[in-house]
């Protein structure tokens, strides 16, 4: 089953269908054709047919439509929304070289209580895309993005001025929530500018920002030099400039939304409703409403076997991303003897493989995706993307086995550097076309990247937590070589299985397109 055609952006969703059911069983989520309080067909069989295939065609080919905008346009939304999607990660590492430096401040004698203050953030990094992911499908991306910023700015203002551990705890777990904002939603920005063989490239520049592994570079030279509490003021200095910038520069890109409002204005409020059902369903509680489409990631995580598993294995890469963030202070200052500001050198690896996959990957998952749509006849399919995934997933374990077993053996600090870099390359080059598999796969495409990002973000929480107890008991060589194994099991035999389980699995799912 092939996605939107060209020119059409692929969250718009069928306008013949009702996003949540009226009555009885919640879960399902299309199968409810729109009904009036009557039970009678609330728009008229052939006419209605006629008028929205009209309308749809009227669309593809309206300016307003976000795939229609200039290029300039849509790189400039693509830049803001990737400048506010840097700027959360980068608070969740930042302060990882200074970790040493909080406990000592607070004084913290418990190793797991001074990781927790790291990876309390991505614990309800987790949690906010469950309620923004929805929000950002119902009343439209751009308001949550910046009112996700602006208390984004506010809790890390907290962080900065935390009188003990506690306070501090609390803080960073409301920045967190509130800074999920651009991981809810963000990639499907993307999804709304682009179509589907210019959206590699874009999206690449997205999935940049929030794993290019700058904050811990930064955050070890800060912490060293004039505390570790002013990585927050960088942050928010940072989200300021966001604000400014966005704030009269980043319009709604989601397509429901702009056709809802632009229609409310034309038309009155029980005609605009007839032609966004999606949005303003009829004789429904508001809240009742509310509460069904607060359920769409749950349903997308337990229902969908393609999005359970690419889930598991995004949040696995993830989770070990983490847990070398968490361990690299004591391995370079330990081991190597690097300072706190030259221990944030240490994370430049993972940058660089970031940025060489931004470049040679989403290249690599553009040709790949076209290469295959013109052997089909022009048309393309979600399975074309997972080509790129099995590649990446190939260095994943590369990487983690260079990195554990140079650092076992002691060998020259650039060694486990450079499996850092080719660790990097692997989960960035696998982050893509997941991405990109599933905005292109399912209508409601934030809920559906959400449902990844909780998965993720909860295993990111907790791995730190145990990685310094396992590297004890297994060594950093046998410790990784256990990582590696779960990345071989999970990563490479079932993105084969996708590759040609996928369009039979998507043919027979609701809640695929």
């Given at each position: 089953m092939s996605g939107p055609p060209p020119g059409t952006a692929s969250s718009v969703t069928s306008l013949t269908q009702v996003s949540v059911q009226l009555e009885g069983d919640t879960n399902d989520l299309h199968s409810l054709p729109l009904t009036g309080s009557d039970g009678g067909s609330a728009i008229q069989g052939d006419k209605v047919e006629d008028k929205i295939e009209l309308k749809e065609d009227d669309w593809e080919h309206d300016p307003v439509n976000p795939i229609n905008w200039s290029p300039a346009r849509k790189w400039i939304a693509t830049s803001l929304v990737s400048l506010y999607t840097f700027v959360t990660p980068l608070a969740s590492s930042i302060m990882a070289p200074g970790l040493p430096d909080v406990a000592i401040k607070y004084g913290i004698t418990n190793p797991t209580?001074?990781?927790?203050?790291?990876?309390?953030?991505l614990l309800s990094f987790a949690l906010g895309p469950l309620l923004l992911a929805p929000l950002s499908e119902m009343y439209g991306r751009v308001w949550v993005l910046h009112l996700g910023n602006l208390f984004f700015l506010v809790f890390n203002l907290g962080c900065a001025l935390s009188p003990n551990v506690t306070c501090l705890i609390i803080f960073r777990f409301l920045a967190g929530f509130a800074g999920s904002a651009p991981i809810a939603c963000g990639s499907n920005v993307v999804a709304d500018l682009f179509v589907e063989s210019e959206r590699a490239s874009a999206m690449a520049i997205y999935s940049l920002a929030p794993l290019i592994g700058i904050g811990p570079i930064m955050g070890g030279f800060i912490a060293e030099s004039v505390g570790?509490?002013?990585?927050?003021?960088?942050?928010?200095?940072?989200?300021?400039?966001?604000?400014?910038?966005?704030?009269?520069?980043?319009?709604?890109?989601?397509?429901?939304?702009?056709?809802?409002?632009?229609?409310?204005?034309?038309?009155?409020?029980?005609?605009?409703?007839?032609?966004?059902?999606?949005?303003?369903?009829?004789?429904?509680?508001?809240?009742?409403?509310?509460?069904?489409?607060?359920?769409?990631?749950f349903i997308l995580f337990t229902r969908s076997f393609i999005c359970f598993i690419l889930s598991l294995y995004m949040s696995l890469m993830y989770g070990i991303y983490y847990l070398m963030f968490a361990t690299f202070p004591s391995l370079f200052s330990d081991v190597y003897h690097f300072s706190i500001g030259m221990g944030g050198l240490a994370y430049i690896g993972v940058g660089l493989g970031f940025v060489f996959s931004a470049i040679v990957g989403a290249q690599l998952s553009n040709k790949i995706y076209v290469y295959l749509a013109n052997r089909n006849g022009g048309k393309g399919k979600p399975e074309m993307r997972v080509p790129a995934l099995i590649f990446g997933s190939l260095f994943v374990p590369v990487g983690i086995l260079w990195y554990g077993w140079s650092a076992q053996a002691h060998l020259h600090f650039m060694m486990p550097i450079v499996g850092t870099a080719i660790f990097g390359f692997g989960i960035m080059t696998t982050f893509l076309p997941i991405i990109l598999y599933i905005v292109d796969t399912f209508t409601y495409g934030a809920s559906a990247v959400s449902a990844t990002y909780v998965s993720r973000s909860l295993l990111g929480f907790a791995f730190p937590l145990f990685g310094e107890q396992m590297f004890a008991a297994l060594g950093y060589g046998g410790g990784n070589s256990l990582l590696a194994g779960l990345a071989i099991v999970i990563g490479i035999p079932f993105s084969v299985w996708i590759y040609y389980a996928g369009e039979r699995i998507r043919a027979n799912s609701p809640l695929a397109r």
């Open positions: 209580v001074t990781a927790l203050t790291l990876s309390i953030f570790v509490q002013y990585v927050f003021y960088v942050i928010i200095a940072i989200c300021g400039v966001a604000a400014v910038l966005g704030i009269p520069l980043l319009r709604e890109t989601y397509a429901p939304v702009i056709r809802l409002r632009r229609d409310k204005i034309r038309l009155d409020p029980e005609n605009s409703a007839t032609e966004h059902p999606t949005l303003t369903p009829h004789n429904m509680d508001g809240w009742a409403y509310i509460w069904i489409n607060l359920q769409r990631p």
